[in-house]
């Protein structure tokens, strides 16, 4: 993956962006089970967080949802990930994939489940609220939309809030690999 966005060095950023920073950095992202580094060697944010400091206001609303998507959700964390993944394999975004398959092995995800996620299956969940989902989301990528009964079995299995919940992190996912498309040069096009 090659950028065609400079990474921007902390030192060179002015407040607003230094709180976007700061926000990403210290924020529960860069807590917990990672393979993967928020920032490189030099402090220069990766992935989509670096072209977050390009518009600090809309760049901290953005990092505020994924934290709330993430951290504050009633979604499980196994249906979350999975979902994650789901996105990621969708968009073929390396950065996502690699980024939530370390997150994914830590709440439990089975290499079996991550490999079909990873081409577009649907593996075996015994979890109805997993299947759910992960059946949902997979739906908004390929459809863009819920029918009446996928709606009403998701509210079934789910309720409001999670589906809510869900609808908003199949969103806010997509968007970073569009940014990540776009900033970073990553998916199917790139050279």
Do not use: K
């Amino acid at each position: 993956m090659t950028s065609r966005l400079a990474g921007l060095s902390p030192a060179d950023l002015n407040e607003q962006q230094a709180e976007v920073y700061r926000a990403i950095t210290g924020g529960r992202r860069a807590a917990g089970p990672q393979s993967f580094a928020l920032a490189d060697e030099e402090g220069r944010l990766r992935g989509p967080f670096n072209a977050m400091l390009l518009s600090p206001p809309v760049g901290y609303a953005v990092q505020a949802v994924g934290s709330a998507v993430r951290y504050d959700s009633v979604l499980t964390d196994r249906a979350r990930e999975t979902a994650i993944l789901a996105v990621a394999a969708h968009w073929g975004s390396a950065f996502e994939w690699e980024a939530h398959q370390a997150v994914g092995r830590a709440c439990g995800l089975s290499e079996r489940v991550m490999d079909a996620l990873r081409v577009g299956a649907v593996p075996h969940l015994t979890d109805p609220f997993e299947r759910a989902a992960l059946h949902i989301a997979q739906t908004l990528l390929l459809a863009g939309e819920l029918s009446d009964d996928e709606y009403d079995d998701a509210v079934r299995t789910l309720g409001h809030r999670a589906l809510f919940e869900l609808t908003t992190l199949v969103g806010y996912y997509s968007m970073l690999a569009l940014q990540l498309r776009v900033f970073a040069g990553e998916g199917p096009s790139a050279g």
